[in-house]
């Protein structure tokens, strides 16, 4: 019998949620130390949560932070950066350094059973290392190749662009890796100081899960980390930015085939008391592949190969992005259709059809984000980083399938009024020409 391909088959049952029972204890030095033992694979995982993010560099040295993240395995007394290299592949675990707005994480993930090692690898690289001069120059010089290659990309300079124009000087308007100017500017010096002044116990936080045995893990990190000291206070979020009017953007891309296309505007930070209300209507309009401005621009009109949205949540209110990358020729009227569904979110009432697809892919998916001890640590982390409720996955779904057509019509009213929006193409502008009449006064810019 062929199946109709026409009906969508019924959503499976929900599968239960069952997160592992994390133990907290907080060291002399303030250090803070979370811990599940999760038995049955003989993996580890931990990130450790460090108050260091771009929100507490010097404006004038924007990349510094995710700069000396990634110096971290950069070399210590006794060991060079092959050396430590070399560590890690006997080790056979994976290690990564980043900064965010807020946080910086270091992640590692191993067997258990080389578990002290991966402690002294953990502890060597954020506590011992010294930043030779010579990796600083090499990191800092391949960072600035990333930048320059970014040029090249066009999507990529959509979002730079996008942020710039909605965030302006703020933090969240430049990128947490800084820019060429601000890069150049940073040395072995400022990576130490930084280094010195942020990377501090008392403020951080260590989360490990996996097939560990408590009895032995505790007195590991205590160890390892115990005569670490100092203070590094959360970092604020950045005040939301004054009220703007929406406007369009053009820049520049002569020779271009395609326009990169982003509807923006300021969003919300985590915690509002419609967090969840967000959450569905985002689905609905852009955050799935059955979602109205996809099946528009890509299943109906066949202009594109994809079209997306996304609030996303901070510290601070992130921004709300809508995306999509079209024919030049279709620039004008692609940003015709993106407004119309945004405006069908404002002015009417999803259908039932549409609420219950969005619940069912937020939810039933959801005990797949937990099946590693990765994933589980990530979770955690995040829940930790913005203050999220002990039991917000737990209670994620129930508060997910009580969200109302009513609800998702008054999220967005509320955050994506046509008057807040930024219109912003990154296109050909002589193939543009007059495809953007209609919108308003164009702001065109160059590339450069």
Known sequence: MTPDRTVRPPAAAPRPLALPGFERRTLPNGLRFEYAARRGVPEVSLRLVLECGAGVEPASRAGLAELTARLLTGGMPGRDAMDVARWLDRLGAR???????????????????????????????????????????????????QID???????????????????????????????????????????????????????????????VDPERLAPAVEARFGAWSGRSDRVSPPSAPPAREGGVVLIDRPGSPQSELRVATVGVPYGTEDHHAIIVANAILGGLFNSRINLNLREEKGWTYGARSGFRFRRGPGPFVARTAVETAKTGPAFEEMMREIEGMRTGLVTADELSLARNALTLSLPLQFETAAQICGKVSRQRIFGLPDDYWETYRGRIEAVTPDQVQAVCRKYLAREHLTLLAVGDAETVGSSLDGFGAVDARSIA
């Open 95 to 145: 290690f990564r350094a980043a900064a965010g707005y807020s946080v910086s994480t270091v992640s590692m993930h191993f067997l258990g059973d080389v578990l002290e090692e991966a402690l002294d690898f953990l502890a060597a690289t954020v506590l011992e290392s010294d930043f030779p001069g010579r990796e600083v120059e090499r990191l800092r010089s391949e960072r600035l190749d």
């Open 149 to 211: 290659r970014q040029r090249d990309d066009p999507a990529t300079v959509a979002n730079l662009a996008t942020i710039a124009e909605l965030y302006g000087d703020g933090l969240y308007g430049r990128p947490v890796g800084g820019t060429a100017d601000t890069v150049s500017e940073i040395g072995r010096d400022a990576v130490r100081t930084f280094h010195e002044a942020r990377y501090r116990p008392d403020g951080a936080l260590l989360i490990v899960c996996g097939d």
